[in-house]
C-alpha cells in the first residue's frame, strides 16, 4: 500500500528525491514518516510530517539537509535530501501512523513500504 521510489547511487554533496505513493487506501488523515536502515543497524527514524504538513519534525542528523513533504491530493509523500553524506546510505522506508502525534520510534507506524536503496559514495 506504500510504495518508495527514487533511491539511488549518488555521490557525496549530491541530491535525492523520494517519493512514496500510497495506494489502497487514504493517509491524507495519518501522520507520514521516512526512516532508514542502514546494514548492521537498526531502524532508526528520518523525518515525520503531519496530516496536513503543517508540521514537521527532523532527526537532528538530518536536519537542514532533508525536506519531508506530502500532497495529500496525489497521496504522496515526498523526502527531498540535499548534501547527502556517506553515512545518509541506508535503506529508507515510508511509514504512515495513524495517530495524530508526530512519532519517532518505528513502533508508532502501522504501514510501511518496501523501501528503496540510497547509497552515498564519497
Known amino acids: 500500500q506504500l510504495v518508495e521510489s527514487g533511491g539511488g547511487l549518488v555521490q557525496a554533496g549530491g541530491s535525492l528525491r523520494l517519493s512514496c505513493a500510497a495506494s489502497g487506501r487514504t493517509f491524507s488523515s495519518y501522520v507520514m514518516g521516512w526512516f532508514r536502515q542502514a546494514p548492521g543497524k537498526e531502524r532508526e527514524f528520518v523525518a515525520a510530517i503531519s496530516w496536513n504538513g503543517g508540521t514537521t519534525y527532523y532527526a537532528s542528523s538530518v536536519k537542514g539537509r532533508f525536506t519531508i513533504s506530502r500532497d495529500n491530493a496525489k497521496n504522496t509523500v515526498c523526502l527531498q535530501m540535499l548534501s547527502l553524506k556517506p553515512e545518509d546510505t541506508a535503506v529508507y522506508y515510508c511509514?504512515?501512523?495513524?495517530?495524530?502525534?508526530?512519532?519517532?520510534?518505528?513502533?508508532?507506524?502501522?504501514?510501511w513500504g518496501q523501501g528503496t536503496q540510497v547509497t552515498v559514495s564519497s
Open positions: 511509514a504512515a501512523d495513524r495517530s495524530v502525534v508526530l512519532g519517532t520510534d518505528y513502533y508508532e507506524y502501522d504501514y
